[in-house]
């Protein structure tokens, strides 16, 4: 029995990696925080699979919660441990930084920098007593190159960037791999609203992607093939910065 835990794994990127997961064998534990009827539709998709699918609610960036979550998994899979992890879940709160709210400022760093350390930190052991782990951590073009309007989100997705890199040498002689994926536009519910005609002209391969697009990258960072990959940020953004 192998388990793979999907931060965020409800709805857009995070849907797409679950069901790659479980096409590659893996049980997946879907991770939300709201919307339960879109976690349950991400489960029904992977158990199509014939793996185990299970929702599992808490919010990342309350480590109390988080701890919690993962300690009750643990207690009811005695013998059992997660070995792939996906930080995945993020949101934006996007203004300017001259207008941006204290609330807008913590809540996108907490969920995503925060929620790195929150989910990452106990399940780290396991994977190093076993000498086998796969984490992938979903940043974004934001967190490499920085865009205007999104401080504080190029901010949290910077940190991820550096922790990648700083954990994956804690951990390479333990055969646990740390890797990044930097989406540049990808089609969900994150981009709604953006006029995808309009930008699109700046993208060289004139589209944004699909959310299954990045879920075969991370399919491929996490399988056996991808063993000497590790500390890794891994642009996916069809041209538009490299
Ligand atoms: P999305 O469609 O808005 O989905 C966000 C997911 O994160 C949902 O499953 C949501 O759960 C979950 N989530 C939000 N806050 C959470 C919290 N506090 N605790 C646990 N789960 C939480 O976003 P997406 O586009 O798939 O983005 C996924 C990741 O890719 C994010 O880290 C994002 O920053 C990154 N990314 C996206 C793009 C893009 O163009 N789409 C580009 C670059 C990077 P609920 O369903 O319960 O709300």
Known sequence: MKYALVTGGSRGIGRAVSIKLASMGYNVIINYVSNEAEALKTKELVESYGVEGEILKF???KR?????A???WQENHQGEYIEVLINNAGIRKDNLLV????EDWSSVVNISLDGFYNVTRPLLQPMLIKKFGRIVNMVSLSGLKGIA???NYSASKAGVIGATKALAQEVARKKVTVNAVAPGFIKTDMV???N??????????NRFGEAEEVANLVGFLVSKESSYITGEVININGGLYS
């Open 64 to 68: 109390e919660e988080t701890l919690k």
């Open 192 to 194: 709604d609203g953006l």
């Open 149 to 151: 309007g999104q401080v």
């Open 99 to 102: 207008w941006m709210e204290p």
């Open 196 to 205: 995808e005609a309009e930008l699109k002209k700046q993208i060289p391969a």
């Open 70 to 72: 993962i300690e009750n």
């Open 59 to 61: 919010d990342v960036s």
